[in-house]
């Protein structure tokens, strides 16, 4: 390999894990922006426009036309693309004929514009979070894990949602659950057939049902695929089939997600090291 696609690659490898934890957050606030906050920011437009016509700070002339939504119409003396809130708040037509309609949408325009301009859209993200560990902490009580699973008896009751919901419900009790997989060991078993050895890390008993079919004592194993050590294949084999081997997990994983360049018990350095050119 040049020493230029060197250097290229190990720049990627540097940047790679930053830019997809970026990627991750930034979605995480997305969904509950979308879902939850802007809901919220939404409800605090409506109660500002309640309570206060004309919010502080805004430019009358100028804001709706920095802030607003935009539409594709121009305004005709000064070339300016013309917003949602700008022809609401300048309606004169709907102020003469109902003033009190104009009055509550000019007011709802206005409550907008001022959530962009001094983004306010934050406030409802950060009242989102704030509620969702509410839900958390109330759920981490008797009285809310008891309610909580008589809801869930409810929907379960509901034809459409009980064949999606409990599918939900495992993928995310899995994804957020603080129960943590646990690995006992390293083995090599021979998958996906006699004489070829896979590396695999021990989870524990086999199913019942099928020890009770087996005379021979089983384990199951999973077995990690390459690069991605999150995907893979839960196996059962037999006890006497499973070679201990005497690595840790780590030494495992890394193996795996080095397509087996870094062996267990080399330096990383001596296992990446490249063969010399003919």
């Known amino acids: 390999m040049s020493n230029s696609r060197r250097v290229f690659f190990k720049g990627l490898a540097a940047l790679v894990p930053t830019l997809v934890t970026i990627a991750l957050i930034m979605w995480a606030y997305r969904v509950v922006n979308e879902n939850f906050g802007a809901y919220i920011t939404e409800g605090m437009a409506w109660l500002g426009a309640i309570v206060k016509p004309t919010p502080g700070g805004i430019d009358l002339e100028e804001d709706p036309l920095v ?144 020890q009770e079919a087996v005379p021979d004592e089983l384990v199951t194993v999973f077995i990690p695929s390459s690069p991605t050590p999150f995907t893979g294949y839960v196996v059962q084999v037999q006890r006497k089939d499973v070679v201990l081997l005497n690595i840790s997990i780590d030494e495992a994983l890394r193996f795996v997600i080095s397509a087996g360049v870094i062996k267990p018990g080399v330096p990383a350095a001596a296992s990446g090291e490249e063969a010399p050119e003919a």
Do not use: C
Not at 178 to 199: C, H, N, T
């Open 67 to 210: 802030y607003g939504t935009p539409i594709d119409e121009w305004d005709g003396s000064t070339g300016r693309r013309l917003t949602v809130e700008y022809k609401v708040t300048h309606n004169k037509r709907l102020e003469r004929q109902d003033p009190k309609r104009f009055e509550w949408e000019r007011s709802q325009a206005l409550w907008h514009v001022a959530v962009r301009k001094y983004r306010l859209h934050l406030v409802g993200f950060a009242i989102a979070i704030v509620l969702v560990y509410s839900v958390g902490f109330f759920l981490a009580s008797l009285i809310g894990r008891t309610t909580w699973r008589a809801a869930e008896g409810l929907l379960f009751r509901i034809p459409v949602i009980r064949a999606i919901y409990p599918n939900v419900k495992q993928v995310t009790d899995f994804l957020f659950s603080e129960r943590k997989i646990d690995f006992s060991g390293v083995v090599a078993v021979q998958y996906p057939r006699m004489g070829i050895w896979s590396l695999a890390l021990t989870t524990g008993a086999p199913m019942s049902m099928l």
